[in-house]
């Protein structure tokens, strides 16, 4: 059974830092990962989705690198702002892609 | 371009109402589902749809009805409510039929029910 797991549970930097958020799954038989911003009270944004046979995507600050062998993917956020402040959840798609496993997030907040 | 809509955005039922969560989408996509998140136990999979006609559930279907009559609405019906389903609902899609294997996946915004 896949499991996904995220560390650390929570952040907190100044403003301008830069950072990394750590995601690993169980199962290195994944077909992509997403990374997702989800603000209080509100929904899922995608922010980048990495496929299998990609290393990283890039969107603006923002950059997704994705080791399978070692199951790890690492979300890095550079020039880090107060608006970035929010959770952020990476998903992997289970074993038969009906749905997506997500880990418990990561509790960013960038002070200013 | 709506995406993925969801209504209402707040609900509060009684214990043993029943309602309707709304969910369309705009994008012609053949994948639907509907999760709920809880604190601890993160987004679980209610039921879901691989297009109209055809449906199935996830981890959690227990108390929850789903029909899919057209591409673009996904209702999930709650049958009585119970306090335990308090929770808030996200429905997601996907333009591939076979869910999430090599599409992004798109969320509403959610529905923040609770029963009391």
């Known amino acids: 059974k896949q499991e996904v797991t995220q560390i650390p549970a929570a952040l907190s930097v100044p403003e301008g830092e830069n950072l990394v958020l750590n995601c690993s799954f169980t199962d290195s038989a994944i077909y992509n990962l997403q990374w997702f911003r989800q603000d209080p009270g509100k929904g899922l944004t995608s922010l980048l989705l990495i496929q299998s046979s990609q290393r990283e995507q890039t969107s603006g600050r923002l950059n997704a690198s994705l080791d399978k062998s070692s199951g790890r993917s690492t979300l890095y956020i550079a020039a880090s702002q107060p608006g970035d402040s929010a959770t952020y959840l990476c998903?992997?798609?289970?074993?038969?892609?009906?749905?997506?496993?997500f880990g418990a997030g990561t509790i960013l907040r960038v002070k200013s | 371009n709506a995406g993925v809509t969801q209504t209402p955005k707040f609900q509060v039922l009684k214990t043993g109402q029943s309602m309707t969560l709304q969910c369309a989408q705009d994008m012609n996509h053949e994948y639907m589902s509907w999760y709920r998140q809880d604190p601890g136990m993160g987004l679980r999979l209610i039921h879901y749809?691989?297009?109209?006609?055809?449906?199935d559930q996830g981890e959690v279907p227990n108390g929850y009805n789903v029909s899919r009559s057209t591409t673009e609405d996904f209702p999930l019906r709650l049958l009585s409510a119970a306090p335990s389903q308090t929770s808030v609902y996200f429905c997601a899609s996907s333009p591939s039929d076979t869910g999430f294997y090599d599409t992004e996946a798109f969320f509403g915004q959610g529905t923040r029910l609770t029963v009391v």
């Open positions: 749809s691989v297009g109209a006609g055809i449906t």
């Open positions: 998903a992997v798609p289970s074993l038969y892609g009906n749905k997506l496993v």
